[in-house]
């Protein structure tokens, strides 16, 4: 299949021209707790955390929705609170699903 002009692979060119930096809103999330899944190590709970982090305050998004701080145990804010927790200790169940989406503030990704 032929590229768009002025592209190469993996380059998507130009954005669309009413795909603006101006109108454009970016949103990120942070990675919700996940200690006691079956691969957990502290390790990449250390990374999940820098990343979270860096998601909070490096200001790079126009809107962010703390998703860890929505479902995470305040006894144990690494894992995710049991009445949000589908049982797997990774995924939350449809109660925590919920409580994330109620989560979103629409407004702010205006």
Known sequence: MPHAEGTDRGDAGPPPHNATRS????ASSTITPIKGWRSYTEERDNVRQAVNEFIRTSGDFDAVVDFDAVVR????????NPSYDSGDHLHPSD?????????IDLGALR
Not at 73 to 80: E, K, V
């Open 23 to 26: 109108t454009a809103c970016s």
């Open 73 to 80: 145990d305040p006894a144990d804010p690494q894992r995710i």
């Open 95 to 103: 109660a925590g699903y919920r409580a994330m989406a109620e989560a």
